[in-house]
């Protein structure tokens, strides 16, 4: 009976078995299908983020390397350069340029662009040598295209005895700390095991920067020819770096007119917005600060409403100014040229990453007037370049001697281009036998550079503003010239709603170390005459506002010099109202000119001395100095010392450590310039 159900089942189940069968090879078909599908899918998916691996892996490197670079275009010189204002990255170029004299074939290179653990394999080119011209930012900083660099060289443990180095640095003797990144970029690739050939070269520029690297480079060659074997061949000629394209027939939209990196970026404002990529601000306000005396002090205020702009008191502003229109049609009556002229300088050497010394295309006029700094006096190497063009041989010599390293022409260059401060209009002007191609001297000239104010005020209170305070800069010369400071006297013009575009300001910021303390309880004390007080303005409307948002603010206290109260006396009203709103606990001002003897803020430091001790000491006070670097900021700090040594019974050199710590610390910061 079991056997019967089992083998003969009922008819309606036959059909039923049947049926489910179907669906089942169905099903498992199309989950077999399915599997199959999403195997080969999967797979497909896998692979895909493989392969450009594959293709792109070895390409990147090379793409970043100095070294593939180097071997491509059979270079074995390689200058690299920390550069904020565009001297360094000079020097470099000048020394670049020395090595076809020796026989030898150098590249000035950015080290922001490249990948620099691969010094460990400059080894593979014969006869290589690594130049460093670095130049120290702020209070010991590095550029900012060196920061990667000094950043890799703090954390490497790459072994560079291969390496052969040289090291010049670019500093400033008024400052703290004078020369640090070359000292430190000198001193750490010898740590690493890199053979230095030449010793560590320190320019001042408070003396003569130009000087101190002609001394260094005149001393530097032969140390190279000696170690390599090799000789000058006796080279002096004038090398071009770029070639003229004159544009003829061009259309006008892809010209330059004084945009910084994209074109038509003015017209078409994207952000971020940084040094590449200013932001054109409205000034909506400008207005005189001091009431009387010969110079003109002023405060503006530029509009960065839609910017995306963010800024802390403390930052600073870079603006990019415009040279006075007369300099530059001057220069073009001089040399006989058409300043709408629309050329382009293309550089000849088609691997560099330079292609152009400032944007092109462009006209004469735009570069001229937005590109290239044609105030300051020009270097040797210009001299040298332009003696060619000199038709009078006295002429011709006199550049010639200027330009070269025997103490005779360097106190020629000193006293008649550096003291007398003569531009490179008036040594065309005193020089009527040289009349050089505008093209070649475009390509001489140095880039203008952007110039750095510290911000006047709060982002708290001003989010969509930044205020600037400063000094216009004029001067009569040795010669009997005027000169005038390009940025200050460029801002002076930029009346607020007046011919619309004239009131744009390109500008960017740069990020400080300039800070309030995290904790708004601490005390501070600042010292910032003239226009020194400008972050201080802002450190102040920023303790106002935290105030106002009920938190508890320590003591604020403020040291500002001027030299007439009645003339110069910058932000009375508002430093008046902050000390009656009882957010400015103490004020403290130097009229140094009122009286027969000066008064300094430093005199009225010590005048209250106790009470700076007792602010330092008991409640951690944090520091802040702002101004002059080669006086004031001494004065101010040797009075310091004094304060420390005598109340906290300490001797001089404790005394000097314990002002140190506080730097180290960051209870005492600076923010000053010479």
Not at 105 to 119: F, T, V, W
Not at 518 to 523: G, Q, R, V, Y
Not at 599 to 618: A, F, M, P, S
């Amino acid at each position: 009976m079991g056997d019967a159900g089992v083998g003969a089942p009922p008819a309606g189940s036959v059909q039923q078995d049947s049926f489910f069968s179907m669906t089942d090879v169905f099903l498992i078909s199309l989950i077999t299908g399915l599997f199959t599908y999403w195997f080969f899918f999967r797979k497909k998916k896998e692979e895909i983020p493989e392969l450009p691996k594959i293709q792109t892996a070895p390409a990147s490197p090379r793409d970043s390397s100095f070294i593939e670079k180097m071997k491509k275009t059979g270079r074995n010189i390689v200058v690299f350069y920390g550069s904020q204002t565009g001297t360094a990255e000079e020097f470099a170029n000048r020394l670049s340029k020395d090595a076809h004299r020796y026989g030898l074939r150098g590249m000035a290179a950015d080290p922001e662009e490249y990948d620099l653990s691969d010094l460990s394999r400059l080894s593979e080119i014969d006869k290589s040598l690594a130049v460093f011209c670095m130049a120290t930012y702020g209070e010991g900083d590095p550029t900012d295209n060196a920061q990667d660099f000094y950043d890799w060289l703090q954390e490497a443990d790459t072994d560079l005895s291969g390496l052969r180095f040289a090291v010049f640095g670019l500093g400033n003797k008024t400052y703290e700390h004078f020369n640090a990144m070359g000292k430190y970029v000198d001193k750490r690739l010898e740590e690493l095991g890199a053979q230095r050939i030449f010793e560590l070269g320190l320019g001042d520029d408070d003396g003569n920067l130009e000087e101190d690297f002609i001394t260094w480079r005149e001393q530097f060659w032969p140390a190279v020819c000696e170690h390599f074997g090799v000789e000058a061949t006796g080279e002096e000629s004038s090398i071009r770096q770029y070639e003229l394209v004159v544009h003829t027939d061009v259309n006008m939209s892809k010209v330059y007119t004084g945009e910084m990196g994209r074109l038509k970026s003015y017209e078409n404002q994207k952000p971020p917005f940084d040094a590449k990529n200013p932001f054109l601000a409205m000034v909506t306000e400008n207005r005189k600060l001091n009431e009387g005396g010969e110079r003109h002090l002023m405060h503006l205020e530029l509009d960065i409403s839609n910017s995306k702009i963010r800024y802390e008191s403390g930052d600073h502003v870079a603006v990019y100014p415009a040279n006075d229109s007369s300099l530059v049609n001057q220069i073009g009556e001089i040399l006989g040229t058409d300043l709408d002229t629309i050329m382009s300088l293309n550089n000849l050497d088609e691997e560099s990453n330079k292609k152009h010394p400032f944007p092109c295309p462009t006209s004469y006029r735009t570069a001229l007037t937005y590109y290239l700094d044609i105030t300051n006096p020009p270097r040797t190497n210009v001299l040298y370049e332009l003696a060619q063009y000199a038709t009078d041989s006295s002429e011709q010599e006199r550049l010639r001697k200027m330009a070269s390293s025997s103490a005779e022409g360097k106190a020629l260059y000193l006293s008649w281009v550096v003291e007398a401060r003569r531009n490179i209009l008036a040594i065309l002007q005193d020089m009527p036998s040289l009349r050089p191609p505008i093209d070649h001297l475009c390509e001489l000239l140095p880039r203008l550079q952007a110039r750095y104010y510290s911000i006047a005020s709060s982002s708290k209170v001003h989010p969509n503003a930044i205020h600037i305070c400063a000094v216009t800069v004029e001067y009569e010369t040795k010669t009997g010239r005027l000169n005038k400071g390009v940025a200050t006297n460029w801002l002076k013009s930029k009346v607020p709603n007046e011919n619309g575009s004239n009131s744009l300001v390109p500008m960017y910021v740069r990020k400080s170390q300039f800070r309030l303390p995290f904790k708004p309880s601490t005390p501070v004390i600042m010292i910032g005459p003239g226009t020194g007080i400008a972050p201080f303005i802002g450190f102040i409307q920023e303790r106002a506002w935290l105030k106002q948002q009920g938190k508890e603010v320590g003591e604020t206290v403020l040291y500002y010099g001027c030299r007439h109260e009645r003339e110069d006396y910058l932000y009375r009203q508002e430093l008046a109202q902050f000390q009656q709103e009882g957010v400015l606990t103490q004020l403290n001002v130097a009229f140094s000119r009122d009286q027969a003897e000066k008064v300094y803020v430093q005199h009225l430091l010590k005048k209250n001395k106790e009470n700076i001790w007792k602010l330092l000491h008991d409640g951690n006070a944090h520091i802040y100095v702002c101004g002059d670097a080669r006086n004031m900021a001494r004065d101010v700090q040797n009075t310091f010392y004094e304060i420390v040594a005598e109340y906290g019974n300490m001797s001089q050199s404790q005394a000097t450590d314990y002002v140190k710590k506080l730097m180290t610390k960051g209870r005492y910061s600076l923010d000053v310039w010479s």
